[in-house]
């Protein structure tokens, strides 16, 4: 079955620290990928997307994540965390024709940055 | 451009009552979607429009109803609110599904509680 997966409820980092936010998917064909933060009470934004080219992808505030066709990943990465950084995150992925480009979504990690 | 729009922000309903969810785009985006999100459960998508005139199901369709007359908006009607209804309905937009590059963007949210 098509999914994308985020294997963690939540990720607790100290400022200042690396965080990894964990994602994987299970498509068919090539994926499209995508991060999205979410602070509360307000809606997604988007933070970044792996389409093709170079597997490392830069993106907003600071993040990048690593796109890892063999272990069917998507890591999002900060070098180090800022307590503004605590937030919902969630995983996307897009594929087709059969998925019809209709991102799905992971559950979301939440990410908690203490100082 | 003010993005994408949603009122009300808040909303209590009793059983049984029917409201409509506004959205609007002021980007002519083609693609616009409703997701429910609920706690634990991420983003799940209730329907969507690939353009004017043209809407599809998504993964919980059940008790909603949409249309899209224009580009711009794309109103969510609750026919007759059941407590299982109570949640978090974001709006989303995107330039074409069709092309999978294009990352979406989302409305700040409506909360809605039937009681």
């Known amino acids: 079955a098509q999914s994308v997966a985020q294997p963690e409820d939540q990720v607790n980092v100290a400022e200042g620290n690396p965080l990894t936010v964990k994602c994987t998917y299970s498509?068919?064909?090539?994926?499209?990928l995508f991060w999205y933060v979410q602070y509360p009470n307000r809606g997604l934004q988007f933070l970044l997307k792996?389409?093709?080219?170079d597997n490392l992808v830069k993106g907003s505030y600071g993040f990048e994540a690593e796109f890892n066709k063999s272990q069917t990943s998507f890591h999002l990465k900060k070098p180090s965390a800022l307590v503004s950084d605590s937030a919902l995150y969630f995983c996307a992925v897009k594929w087709g024709p059969g998925g019809s480009y209709i991102p799905t979504f992971g559950r979301g990690t939440s990410l908690i940055v203490h100082p | 451009n003010a993005g994408v729009t949603q009122t009300p922000k808040f909303q209590v309903l009793k059983t049984g009552q029917s409201m409509t969810l506004q959205c609007a785009q002021d980007?002519?985006?083609?693609?616009m979607s409703w997701y429910r999100q609920d706690p634990g459960m991420g983003l799940r998508l209730i329907h969507y429009?690939?353009?004017?005139?043209?809407?599809d199901q998504g993964e919980v369709p059940n008790g909603y109803n949409v249309s899209r007359s224009t580009t711009e908006d794309f109103p969510l009607r609750l026919l007759s609110a059941a407590p299982s209804q109570t949640s978090v309905y974001f709006c989303a937009s995107s330039r074409d599904r069709s092309q999978p590059t294009y990352e979406q963007y989302f409305g700040p949210g409506t909360r809605l509680t039937v009681t």
């Open positions: 792996y389409i093709t080219g």
């Open positions: 429009s690939v353009g004017a005139g043209i809407t």
């Open positions: 980007m002519n985006h083609e693609y």
């Open positions: 498509v068919s064909g090539n994926p499209y």
